[in-house]
């Protein structure tokens, strides 16, 4: 009666140990999630690293190019020099 009682016990305790590793809290698949939210998370990490090596490079050329700064006047707020002549084409 002893052996059957602890045989039950021990199983028990494993099914219970089981269910804890793979669907309790901090268990496998709160893991594996986990894990694909940080894939994820670098993926737009290296993105936005990306594009603020770009903005970087523009704020440098910007600071030390006067060229850069008239195109970008020219290209985004539409400013003209003087005794220029501006044509807008309408399609």
Do not use: C, H, P
């Not at 669907?23 to 496998?28: Q, R, S, T």
């Amino acid at each position: 009666m002893l052996k059957i009682g602890l045989a039950v016990s021990l199983l028990t305790m494993t099914i219970y140990l089981q269910y804890q590793f793979w669907f309790g809290e901090g268990g496998y698949q709160e893991y594996q999630t986990l894990q694909q939210a940080i894939k994820q998370q670098q993926q737009e990490n290296t993105l936005l690293e990306t594009s603020n090596q770009a903005l970087a490079a523009e704020v440098v050329d910007l600071k030390q190019n006067l060229a850069a700064v008239e195109e970008q006047a020219r290209t985004k707020l539409g400013m003209i020099k003087r005794d220029e002549v501006f044509y807008q084409i309408v399609e």
